[in-house]
């Protein structure tokens, strides 16, 4: 069971499938070497870069690390604002 299932009221996981969940993702951070310092490295750049063009809420950024059976995932969670003037 994932967290969605536990987010749309499904059932509450059991503290086993939590531990399960949260070692998976250590273990998906050690194989690839993201470190939390790094992965907020990648917010920053993010949101500076994105800024740029659209106008973003940079409070709500959220940037997250996920793994699944065959690939790993990062994720950005960016609300927009609205858009930038055009430029030139």
């Known amino acids: 069971m994932g967290a969605l299932d536990w987010l749309l ?9 939590i531990a399960k969940e949260r070692l998976q993702l250590v273990l998906a951070y050690d194989r690839i070497k993201i470190s939390p310092e790094l992965l907020q490295t990648l917010k920053d750049e993010l949101i500076t870069v994105i800024s740029k063009h ?10 997250t690390f996920s793994r699944g059976k065959q690939r790993s995932r990062l994720t950005a969670d960016i609300p ?9």
């Not at 927009?80 to 030139?88: F, K, N, S, V, Y």
């Open 9 to 17: 009221g499904k059932s509450k996981p059991s503290s086993r499938e």
């Open 54 to 63: 659209v106008e973003i809420d940079r409070e709500g950024v959220e940037v």
């Open 80 to 88: 927009l604002l609205g858009a930038r003037g055009q430029r030139r």
